[in-house]
């Protein structure tokens, strides 16, 4: 039972352009949404996050919307850098220590330069 | 100076042997974690320690056993390794799911 889905497996952009990679998820008490970017050989690095109780949170070129209702998230990164080019997890959880965090299955993005 | 750090990187092991993974955070979360990326890519978490404490036990074979002997180490031994073993561990802490986890750059367990 796939709780937090990410439909496209990969995502070619061009470098400029802007990226925009969806997450959609079944759980309506995930209250906290996140993304994760990861390289080769190494761990999934925190990116950004948002609270349920707002629709939108940006930091310098990623900005993570939400829509609570249609249960759907998007990352979107402007404008995209062959450096962003990784695997982005989204996930999904409680506030507490005591939830489990779910993450995605990830997609994998490419920014050709 | 490697804020998660787990040891050894990589690990190849024959069925039925028991190993151990250790992770170390320097961090001074409060809370640990062992996830297993599959052969999918998915991330699925095994456990979570909170200040030694074991919070989160997922339904993994008892054959995994987690140890946190302060709040600084969480380790996994698992004994009788299987086929289906082989994944990417992943240790993790955080100071509350608020601020994401820290992850480690992870253990590629390879059981022939």
């Known amino acids: 039972d796939q709780q937090v889905k990410q439909n496209s497996p990969s995502l070619s952009v061009q470098e400029g352009r802007i990226s925009i990679l969806n997450c959609d998820y079944t759980n309506s008490m995930f209250d906290y949404f996140l993304w994760y970017k990861k390289y080769p050989a190494e761990g999934p690095t925190f990116l950004i996050s948002?609270?349920?109780?707002?629709d939108k949170n940006e930091d310098g070129r990623f900005t993570v919307f939400l829509n609570k209702s249609a249960k759907h998230l998007s990352l979107h990164i402007v404008p995209s850098q062959p450096g962003d080019s990784a695997v982005y997890f989204c996930?999904?959880?409680?506030?507490?220590?005591?939830?489990?965090?779910?993450f995605g299955p990830g997609t994998s993005l490419s920014v050709i330069p | 100076d490697t804020a998660v750090s787990q040891t050894p990187k990589y690990l190849v092991t024959q069925m039925g042997n028991d190993k151990s993974i250790k992770c170390e955070q320097n961090?001074?979360?409060?809370?640990m974690y062992w996830y297993k990326q599959d052969s999918k890519k998915f991330l699925k978490i095994m456990f979570s320690?909170?200040?030694?404490?074991?919070?989160i036990n997922e339904t993994v074979p008892n054959r995994f056993s987690p140890k946190s002997p302060d709040k600084a180490h969480l380790n996994l031994h698992i004994n009788s390794l299987e086929l289906g073993d082989s994944a990417v561990y992943f240790c993790a802490s955080s100071q509350g799911d608020l601020y994401g986890y820290t992850f480690g750059s992870g253990t590629r367990l390879t059981v022939v």
């Open positions: 961090l001074g979360h409060d809370t």
């Open positions: 996930a999904a959880s409680g506030t507490t220590s005591y939830d489990k965090v779910i």
């Open positions: 320690y909170n200040n030694k404490e074991l919070i």
């Open positions: 948002i609270s349920s109780i707002k």
